[in-house]
């Protein structure tokens, strides 16, 4: 075997073990969803395919499904929002002001993410709790805002360190404001940045499982994932096959979202300002 | 329209210390006029520009376009570059590159809201004035860079400016593109009639473009002239040396008065000074000068006969019309320009060194 043909077939079968690895859950997931039987390995159950989960997912009342999928959306959509508003400013500020110390002050504001969720969420939840907003929707934006944060400002920063600074000049010279050229010029520069960044904060929050879980108390304001995992059957039991449909309903909108703003994550954008 | 420094200095903070990009600029810059800012990197050339723009506050000093101050520090007055009508062309052109060719010329009137009439108007007279009217739906990445130069230009022109501002605009050009649009740029300037300030590190684009340069080193203006005044009389070795084609020759020398006369001492060759230069070289009043002499002055012959300089050709290089000579006078290396290309390494010349074209500068002064 020459080197060639070993090192294509090692590749080929790491990208195999990783795409197993990471997509295996995935597929039992939606294979748990639908079949009639959780257990349809083992040798006595079979499979049988069924509608019948997605069925009760939507159909009843008593599950609270779509209310769930209707609050993660809300609250991520809203997280992802104001995130992406907060930050674009502020790393624009970052990257064209002359600003000495600047990783320093970037640092500062990493090491602000990098407190543990659990260490804050008994404090939260009494803020939350003489604030009267338990279980509303700014309980859970909030805290997203204020915990995604960081992350979107050091990916917006890094997408906007690389528009040229010349491209502010040139907009200032012909007459633009500071907030005008962020509209006109940097935005649309940077835009496969900010959809990335957007498309991140919202998936952050549409994830977030400990927040949720302690500042929420039904389905006035409850997201998917701890409405998910509070599944209950009747007697008691895990309704396998209810809770997989309802997981595979719920990456829909993940999906979708990825692929669309697949087509405006477009790199290559900013080749072209600058000689190439 | 009018656009005058004076005592203006910059400084800029870093995390090494203060760096005193431009200290003290003095200019004058005639209406219409060409006017070239021309200087080694680092000399700043590039801020004294956006110090014009109004990119760039000045630490002291003021600044007026047309009469009217737009920067004082003292004054507490800063006008910013919205307000000043000045236009400019980056060496990087700085295209929008989420905009079409047409949008990229009509973007300054856009921000200035003009009529959409108005604009198609402009913007075609603008990309016609250039020849770029079969582009105006393509995007710069789709550009060359002579295509994306010419947009630059067409959206610095497009709102009539008081004052246009060029930044190395043909730097990152090819060599023989840089030398027609270097023609066309004079020529558009001409035409529009409106007074440029270019920045450049190019002697020959200087001198080939400018109707005055200022020669500026280390934030200070050498020496401001027409590009004869220049490159005949520069009052400096520094602007001696940076115009002209070939850096002009400087060595050091020495003077002796006999009986009356002065005679310059060049390595052995004792060369007697006229009227002229030896009333100049007085009055540097010092004995040990530096004499500067162009290679293209200095006339060769092969042979010694009768030579009060002689030297030996150490390295010769052939530039197609003319051929360059580097001459061992004694231990002195002198360049020479000449025509003769029968001269051969190793051969033994007599130069003519003319002193009447020759300069004189004090020692160890920049």
Known sequence: MSDQTQVRLLYRAGALGIAIFSLGPILYMALTAVSVRPDFLSPDAGFTVTAAHFV??????????????????????????????IASPAAYAITRLPLPGRILFLLCILAVS??????????????????????TYPALVLPYIAWILPLSLWILTSYFAQVPADLDRAALIDGCSRLAILRKVIFPVAAPGIFSTALLAFIFAFNEFLFALMLTTDHAARTVPVGIALFEGLHGEIPWGVVMAASVLTTVPVVLLTLVF??????????????G | MRLTFSAVSKTFLSLRGPVRAVRGVDLAVGEG???VLLGPSGCGKSTVLNLAAGLVKPNSGEIRLGGRVVASRDGKVFVSPKERNVAMVFQSYALYPHLTVFENIAFPLRVAGVTKDEIDKAVNQAAGMLGIGDIREARPAELSGGQRQRV???RAIVRKPALFLLDEPLSNLDAGLRASTRSELKRLQRELGVTTVYVTHDQTEAMTLGDRIALLRDGRIVQTGTPEDLYERPETPFAASFIGQVPMNLVDASVREEGGDLYLRLGEARLLLPPGPAAR??????????????????GIARGTAGSPATGTVTALENLGREVLLQVRVDSLPLSVLTNDKSIREGDTVALDIPLEAAHFYEEGVG
Do not use: D
């Not at chain 1, 990098?114 to 279980?135: A, K, R």
């Not at chain 1, 697949?262 to 000689?275: E, P, W």
């Not at chain 2, 070289?281 to 200095?298: D, K, T, Y």
């Open chain 2, 281 to 298: 070289v007085r009055s540097i009043g010092s004995a040990e000068i530096l004499f500067g002499i162009r290679p293209e002055h200095i």
């Open chain 2, 33 to 35: 006029e060409f006017f």
């Open chain 1, 262 to 275: 697949q087509r405006r994550i477009i790199q290559g954008l900013t080749r072209g300002a600058i000689k």
């Open chain 1, 56 to 85: 009760s997912v939507l159909r009843t009342t008593s599950l609270h499904f779509p209310e769930y999928l209707r609050n993660s959306l809300i609250v991520s959509g809203l997280s992802a929002a104001f995130c992406v508003a």
């Open chain 1, 114 to 135: 990098l407190f543990p969720p659990v260490s804050m969420v008994s404090y939260l939840f009494q803020v939350m709790g003489n604030l009267g907003w338990i279980n």
């Open chain 2, 152 to 154: 630059a230009i067409a």
